[in-house]
């Protein structure tokens, strides 16, 4: 008797000492910020969200936490609770991922953060206690940390997220491009987040802002699939609804533009939205179960070590093209196989390479209409090689077998190359 209540407060205390659950993605995050600032038709715009293949909002606004989550759950949306304020209770929903707590804090804010997510995984373990964090333009006096390295690191160390989240708007004007900044920004991401084991997400800009233009349907693209091929879990819209309550030229925001407008009227950023994310939720399963190894940058007709440790021996212009430049991000899946995402880095004009992988034969592409693997297919089956295509800021995702483990050396027979 004595030993089975031994027994019994062994368990108790075991369970009392037990971390609470933590957040665990399941799903490739497409979201935005800024739901529909509107109080009238809200079923039918969320409907809409569902529509343009979005699956996460973040915040709440036109009606309460309780009624989004309800209108949220039948269409298969996941929801970021806006939870600013400590003092309001935390709704629950099958809908509901968790609650967003604050948007770009300083390292002072670090300690009271964790403080609050560490009583938000007791009260309502599993659900995600979400931070977005400043980029790596933003300042030392505004990180509260001399480096930008810095910054993530005591953010990790002091709060322990389950996500690590940041915004970064690249400059995209004539004469004035910011993207390798933003490169920057991805590859420091993709770096803490390995390092401690949990992923990431971006914002980026769909929409005029300040001194940040327009962007176009191939820039938004460029922009999504940089921040795949560095390995993110994650990307999200800035904005979906346009800010401000419909006053045009007030604010920071005079143009208005984003996915939808302040009155409530489509963009043509809805459609390509809608036409990205499509493929997005394709690609989903695969992409979460990819680790990121690292992004090369190669521009065609270049010799390059790196190139051929990325699985692709050669990529070459076809004929009197101009050279092309990419980015090439590298992964290793979850099964032992390797996976290439190879980004056309130009926003204006399309590229169309000859490729050759170091295991062509077995090499499959991630299809974007159905999520499925196919065999390659040659684009231009009358040229020698293996010719693929790009559009503008376009990307395409192959799986390759694991390495061999003599991957690289002189006695590696070529792979066959199509007459």
């Not at 300083?106 to 980029?135: E, W």
């Not at 333009?137 to 910054?151: D, I, K, R, V």
């Not at 390092?195 to 693209?221: C, K, L, V, Y």
């Not at 056309?344 to 999520?371: C, I, K, Q």
Request: glycine fraction near 8%; aromatic fraction near 10%; hydrophobic fraction near 35%.
């Amino acid at each position: 008797m004595m030993i089975r209540i031994g027994g019994a407060l062994s368990l108790l205390v075991l369970s009392l000492c037990a971390e609470p659950a933590r957040f665990v993605q399941d799903r490739f995050a497409i979201g935005f910020w800024v739901p529909p600032r509107t109080t009238q038709n809200l079923p039918e715009r969320y409907r809409e969200i569902r529509d343009a293949h979005f699956n996460l909002v973040i915040g709440t606004a036109g009606f309460t936490a309780e009624e989004q989550l309800r209108v949220c759950e039948p269409l298969g949306l996941k929801v970021l609770v806006d939870a600013e304020d400590p003092s309001k209770p935390l709704p629950e929903s099958p809908a509901c991922w968790g609650y967003s707590l604050a948007d770009e804090p300083g390292t002072a804010a670090f300690p009271s953060l964790a403080s609050r997510v560490a009583t938000l995984r007791t009260q309502r373990p599993g659900r995600l206690a979400y931070i977005n964090l400043f980029p790596n333009y933003a300042t030392p006096t505004q990180w509260g940390a001399p480096q930008y390295a810095e910054y993530l690191k005591r953010f990790i160390e002091t709060v322990k997220p389950d996500v690590l989240s940041m915004d970064h708007y690249p400059l995209i004007r004539p004469g004035d491009d910011s993207r390798g900044e933003y490169l920057k920004n991805l590859e420091s991401m993709r770096k803490h987040s390995v390092a401690a084991g949990i992923p990431f997400w971006n914002f980026f800009h769909s929409m005029p802002f300040g001194d940040r233009m327009d962007p176009t349907e191939a820039q938004i693209r460029w922009m999504i699939h940089a921040s795949i091929a560095h390995g993110s879990k994650g990307v999200m819209y800035f904005c979906y609804w346009t800010p401000g309550q419909g006053n045009a030229g007030s604010g920071e925001f005079p143009k208005g533009g984003a996915l939808v407008t302040a009155e409530g009227l489509k963009t043509r950023h809805y459609d390509e939205a809608r036409r990205i994310n499509a493929g997005l939720q394709q690609w989903g399963p695969v992409l979460m179960r990819l680790t990121g190894d690292g992004v090369l940058r190669h521009t065609t007709g270049n010799a390059s070590p790196e190139l051929t440790r990325s699985g692709i021996r050669s990529l070459d212009r076809v004929g009197s093209d101009p050279e092309s430049t990419f980015l090439i991000g590298t992964f290793h899946h979850a099964d032992g196989r390797r996976a290439v995402l190879l980004l056309n880095h130009n926003m204006a004009y399309t590229a169309w390479p000859t490729v050759l992988f170091d295991s062509e034969p077995e090499v499959r592409e991630v299809s974007r209409d159905d999520g499925l693997e196919h065999p390659l297919q040659d684009d231009s089956p009358e040229l020698r090689g293996l010719q693929l295509s790009f559009g503008a800021g376009d990307a395409r995702l192959f799986l390759l077998p694991p390495a061999r483990a003599d991957a690289g050396q002189e006695s590696n027979p070529p792979p066959k190359t199509r007459p």
